[in-house]
């Protein structure tokens, strides 16, 4: 549990938040307020101007660039004392922002155990549900080889056919027996209307004419494993994926929930 | 210390978890089933996300913003579009998301919250562009960047390499996540959109393996196709493996088949090996048009004017010119052949969409809701409007797709049937065609396994080549309808040579046909009929066929001279979208677009090459 707790990203970053916070209020001693231009940001200036104007600047440039820095901090500082900050929506806006998206960044990283995943296909089963896969063997009969289709069938019928379901029927390139076939690559090979057919019909005795994309085909279904909860192991890669992304959703409500905690909120009343 | 040894142990196991992934894959892809005689698999690999900058406005109005989003949409996930609901019915077995290598940086930026560069007020100004005029003011300005003198160059907004590189590791970590060997193989791959004298040679880029270079070659480094590939050779000397599919030779302005360099050099042995090699196949259709051929200069294929885009003439300036189509280009190909050994144009074919609206593989006629954001988002819109600097909303189509014949779906087996050329392209439905030819090929097969097994043992599949043939080849053709549409009409085998005298000839044999035809007395053979109902937009499947086999030989191959043949597959007419749209908005049909369409598959190329000469 312990461990967990030490791998919870949020914590991280909630951590290191209130680490951040400390330092800068304990440094914060003087009552002069500070406004530095770092070589840094003198870098990343020059670095913009020649990007461009495909030249370096000038001294003057230089010094021009640092004096619209210097002013863009000395109004922002000066702005937030007369408390403009407090009611611009899209100044707090960008900070949220800002704040989400290092959040965010920080949860990406999350690798869900078997056990969470285990955890979550419980609570959401019905999101995961698996279509019919079968085994199952047919014979295919294509209408326009034949002129009397239904008395080609009752031929067909006549015959033993577990034993000759391969050398019967009509050329198709297709194999004649399938097993561990999911409904929709039934789909794929025979059609939509194919695989819901398919669903309908008993199984361990020839049937049809079944209607396919391609004509028609008697079908002997082996086995069946009817619709069903998928377990871990059939959905594990999406699963995996769904994780994040509601992690993700968690993460970003619980980051507010704790600071809901840390904070006095209130909503006034209306009259 | 403490957090320096947790940050060195989170690097550690990161790697760990990369590693196992990649051997669990190398098992996953191992143990799926092989079979030799292959199966047709279905994708794309030309889509755009919100990480194309002339896509984002497409996003904004459908919703899907990233490769992760594109993806699950091509796996079959209902996803919001233009504030409906939408679905591509059935999924893909494989997709590449390629989005626009240029400004990929300045897109990530512009959708990332937080992200360098998100303030900028350019960006700050796109995403509050809401009216489709205020797009297109903000489209207008950027333009200036896109259309240099000297090449696209990055605007004052863009935040660097790195956005770019993180752009493209959003690319990658989507194709990653979405692969599932054996049922949906995904690529880490882009579009590199270069733009020289107006004409369109853009390449789509597709790699192997996770084997990547940090950052994609872009038409910001050079519109110089041949830099392009000189890069991808670096990438081959590092491991990867990479390939470039040209597409919309329609707008190449006569440069996609070119005779010379980009400066003006004639091209030689270097160039011919660099595009050979680099080069396996072309995108064949896509929205804005089909590249097969055009009427206006292929008037004895009475298939021909199929999706052409007519109206791509009336921007740009791209007058028609026979260089611009596709069976042109392989067929001048043939030349070099003779010449220096080598084909430049050697050249499988494949699909795509190139929808900028995030909906991979979305191409099904009776399902079409646009491609370019809220230039066509609407019924009205497809009726009376233009995309923007390319053509009328009209004239468009859903796309095409690749079908390829791989032993398995895996990136492997996908990327090498590229490769070796045995793919073809669908103008949108799932049509499985096959093609063999060799001088033993038992003729008029009645067996489609049987069929298939002789090709691979006495002949070769679509996309080979013979050399030193001695005798008449055979074909053998096998074509069978989408499990899910309409029946099939004839297939045809296109025959493309060049003459003693160096000029360019061609052929068109119908091979095998439905409903008991005959040839009639002109050489023709009768249409086969029409069951579209326009009132509703219905069709039957009373006429045509569900699978036609056959075989052609051709007496009157000339073994000294080097000829391709390749096969197209028509279906039965059905409605086309603009009659599907008329029927569901209770609109009066269009006028000057066609009603019904004949869908079809086309082969790659099977070659032939006389006996090598010695070469001067």
Do not use: C
Request: no cysteine.
């Amino acid at each position: 549990m312990f461990k967990r707790i030490l791998q919870e990203p949020l914590l991280h970053f909630l951590v290191v938040g209130s680490l951040l916070f400390f330092y800068l209020s304990s440094t914060d001693t003087e009552t002069k307020s500070q406004v530095t231009i770092s070589q840094g940001k003198i870098k990343q200036l020059t670095a913009q101007f020649t990007k461009t104007r495909q030249r370096t600047p000038s001294d003057e440039e230089l010094d021009a660039l640092i004096e619209n820095q210097i002013r863009e901090d000395l109004a922002f500082e000066h702005g937030v004392q007369m408390g403009l900050v407090e009611n611009d929506s899209i100044i707090k806006r960008r900070v949220q922002q800002k704040i989400e998206f290092m959040l965010n960044d920080s949860i990406g990283s999350i690798e869900p155990s078997l056990e969470d995943l285990e955890t979550y296909l419980t609570t959401h089963k019905e999101q995961y549900t698996i279509e019919p896969v079968y085994a199952f063997r047919h014979i295919y009969i294509n209408p326009e080889q034949h002129d009397d289709v239904n008395a080609f069938i009752l031929e067909l019928q006549s015959n033993n056919l577990d034993k000759s379901y391969r050398n019967v029927g009509d050329s198709m390139m297709m194999q004649s027996e399938f097993v561990d076939i999911s409904t929709a690559h039934i789909a794929r090979l025979f059609g939509r209307k194919f695989s819901k057919n398919l669903d309908a019909i008993s199984l361990k005795r020839w049937q049809g004419p079944v209607k396919s994309g391609y004509g028609v085909h008697l079908v002997y279904i082996d086995n069946k494993i009817p619709k069903h909860l998928a377990t871990l192991e059939e959905v594990e890669t999406q699963l995996r994926r769904d994780f994040r992304v509601d992690a993700q959703k968690k993460a970003v409500n619980s980051f507010y929930d704790e600071l809901k905690v840390q904070y006095d909120v209130k909503v006034e009343e209306g009259q | 210390m403490i957090k320096l040894s947790m940050i060195t142990s989170l690097v550690l196991s990161t790697q760990l978890l990369a590693q196992t992934d990649a051997d669990s894959i190398l098992k996953l892809e191992h143990n799926i089933p092989s079979n030799p005689l292959k199966n047709a698999y279905f994708g794309e690999t030309h889509m755009h996300t919100g990480l194309s900058l002339d896509a984002l406005f497409g996003m904004t109005a459908t919703g899907i913003r990233v490769p992760d989003d594109a993806y699950r949409f091509a796996k079959g996930e209902t996803m919001t579009v233009s504030g409906k609901k939408h679905s591509i019915g059935r999924p893909l077995d494989f997709a590449a998301v390629t989005d626009h290598a240029e400004y990929i940086g300045e897109s990530y930026s512009a959708i990332t919250p937080g992200a360098p560069g998100y303030d900028s007020a350019e960006l700050k100004d796109l995403r509050n562009a809401k009216t489709f005029e205020a797009q297109m003011r903000w489209y207008g300005k950027f333009s200036v960047n896109q259309r240099g003198k000297d090449g696209p160059t990055h605007p004052s907004y863009y935040a660097g390499a790195k956005t770019t590189q993180s752009a493209w590791k959003m690319a990658i970590d989507a194709a990653k996540e979405h692969y599932e060997p054996g049922k949906f193989t995904t690529f880490a791959a882009y579009e590199y959109s270069s733009v020289v004298r107006g004409g369109n040679l853009h390449r789509n880029i597709l790699f192997r393996d996770m084997n990547l270079p940090d950052q994609p070659f872009s038409a910001i480094e050079s519109t110089d196709e041949t830099k392009l590939w000189k890069w991808m050779e670096q990438q081959e000397k590092k491991g990867s493996r990479v390939l470039a599919i040209p597409h919309n030779s329609n707008a190449g302005k006569g440069l996609m088949f070119p005779k010379t360099y980009p400066d003006g050099r004639a091209i030689d042995e270097r160039y011919l090996y660099l595009r050979n090699h680099f080069e396996r196949s072309i995108e064949m259709m896509q929205v804005k048009g089909n590249s097969e051929v055009i009427k206006e200069f292929w008037l004895n294929d009475e298939m021909a004017g199929f999706e052409n885009a007519s109206s791509l003439k009336n921007y740009s300036e791209r007058t028609p010119r026979k260089e611009n189509y596709v069976r042109w280009g392989v067929i001048e190909g043939l030349k070099y052949q003779s010449k220096y050994g080598v084909n430049p144009f050697k050249l499988g074919f494949n699909g795509g969409t190139d929808t900028h609206n995030g909906t991979m593989g979305d191409v099904a006629e009776d399902n079409f809701i646009g491609a370019h954001g809220p230039a066509d988002v609407s019924a009205k819109t497809r009726r009376e409007d233009e995309v923007p600097a390319w053509l009328l909303a009209k004239d468009e189509n859903p796309g095409s797709l690749t079908g390829v014949w791989a032993e398995k779906n895996t990136r492997g087996a996908i990327w090498d049937a590229f490769y070796n050329r045995e793919i073809f392209v669908t103008s949108g439905p799932r049509i499985k065609v096959r093609l063999f030819a060799g001088e033993n090929l038992s003729k008029n097969p009645s067996d489609a396994k049987q069929m298939v097994e002789d090709g691979y043992t006495n002949g070769v599949p679509m996309g080979e080549t013979i050399v030193g043939l001695k005798k008449a080849p055979t074909f053998t053709v096998w074509a069978q309808k989408d499990a899910d549409g309409a029946n099939l009409d004839r297939i045809q085998i296109i025959k493309g040579w060049v003459d003693k005298e160096g000029k360019q000839q061609e052929k068109i044999i119908n091979v095998t046909w439905s409903d008991k035809r005959s040839i009639d007395k002109n050489g023709k053979l009768p249409k086969v009929g029409n069951t579209v109902d326009l009132k509703t937009a219905k069709y039957t499947n009373k006429i045509g066929s569900s699978m036609l086999m056959g075989s052609f030989t051709d007496k009157e191959f000339d073994v000294t001279l080097p000829t391709l043949y390749y096969a197209r597959v028509l279906e039965i007419p059905t409605p086309r979208w603009s009659t599907y749209d008329a029927v569901r908005n209770n609109l009066p049909l269009l006028k000057d677009v066609p009603a019904v369409i004949q869908e079809r598959a086309w082969s790659s190329p099977i070659w032939f090459t006389p006996k090598l000469k010695k070469l001067k």
